[in-house]
């Protein structure tokens, strides 16, 4: 699932992000959601998100187990 769209998006989920600094290399970080920030219902380059670590970034990918 890729994290476009808000509603697929839930505070506790296992998620890739892609941090600002990171968007040229495409380097992704793997976190636990725990806000997110972004308002409206889809983002074409992903919601954005703040992870349990205070990390945000926008939403690449959501793992499943």
Excluded: C, Y
Aim: glycine fraction near 10%; aromatic fraction near 0%.
């Amino acid at each position: 699932m890729t994290g476009k769209n808000r509603k697929d998006i839930k505070a506790g989920l296992k998620v890739m992000i892609v941090k600002k600094e990171d968007q040229r290399t495409g380097k992704l970080t793997e976190g636990v959601v725990k806000d997110i920030l972004t308002n409206s219902s889809t983002h074409p380059h992903g919601i954005k998100v703040r992870l349990q670590d205070g990390t945000v970034g926008r939403v690449q990918e959501i793992k499943t187990i």
